[in-house]
């Protein structure tokens, strides 16, 4: 069983949908999450960090993370064409930049 | 956002030489930076801590004389692919994190090995 699951789509929705993206983890250490947006053949660029569990708001993006079901959450509300990227959930018992444990990503495109 | 500039963005090289590549921090210091391996679809896998003036950690798996890694300097962190073979083809990243907050992704270097 891997340590972090997330289901790889590709996932496709029209522009202006809410999107949500889910990872469950297995390793109780985590204490540190982070959702990064990858580009293709580019490197991920972190979007939002949660430390434990609560919720998080950026802009049109929202982070949830419950530790006690060990599962996290990204929502994309009013999602744009420029959102399609796969979207890489990270963890970490150590910190938000060392040693991150990573999802397999999502693939999203946001059809105009 | 700190830059990290990662070089070369794509290389092909010949079955049984060596390649380097190069992970830089523009704008700050970094004592620790990490290195991974992505398959395509795969999630980004932690090869190796690469630690400034001391040798490299790697994770279980990872063949140390395969991957040779130096970290000279408070900005310059290098992975040495030795004697490339097909298998090894990948796309590397390499990151560093600033502060305890955030780690800064180079942009990748595609290895093709043929």
């Known amino acids: 069983q891997k340590e972090v699951e997330q289901d790889p789509g590709p996932l496709s929705v029209p522009e202006g949908a809410i999107v949500s993206l889910n990872c469950t983890y297995s390793?109780?250490?985590?204490?540190?999450f982070m959702w990064y947006r990858q580009y293709s053949r580019k490197g991920p660029e972190l979007l939002m960090y949660?430390?434990?569990?609560g919720n998080k708001e950026d802009g049109r993006f929202t982070a949830q993370v419950d530790k006690s079901s060990k599962y996290i959450s990204l929502f994309i509300r009013d999602s744009q064409p420029s959102d399609s990227a796969t979207y890489l959930c990270?963890?970490?018992?150590?910190?938000?930049?060392?040693?991150?444990?990573f999802g397999s990503g999502t693939q999203l495109t946001v059809l105009p | 956002g700190a830059v990290v500039s990662q070089h070369p963005s794509r290389v092909i090289c010949k079955s049984g030489t060596s390649v380097k590549i190069e992970c830089r921090s523009l704008?700050?210091?970094?004592?620790?930076m990490f290195w991974y391996r992505q398959f395509p679809k795969q999630s980004l896998m932690l090869m190796a801590t690469?630690?400034?003036?001391?040798?490299?950690?790697?994770e279980q798996g990872v063949e140390k004389d395969k991957f040779l890694i130096n970290h000279a300097s408070l900005t310059l962190s290098t992975l040495t692919v030795t004697s490339a073979h097909p298998e090894d083809s990948s796309f590397y990243i390499c990151?560093?994190?600033?502060?305890?907050?955030?780690?800064?992704f180079g942009q990748g270097t595609r290895l093709t090995v043929v």
């Open positions: 390793n109780s250490a985590f204490q540190y």
């Open positions: 949660t430390y434990s569990s």
């Open positions: 990270a963890m970490s018992a150590y910190g938000s930049a060392r040693q991150l444990t």
């Open positions: 704008d700050f210091q970094a004592t620790t």
């Open positions: 690469s630690n400034e003036g001391s040798k490299a950690t790697y």
């Open positions: 990151s560093a994190p600033q502060a305890l907050t955030e780690a800064f």
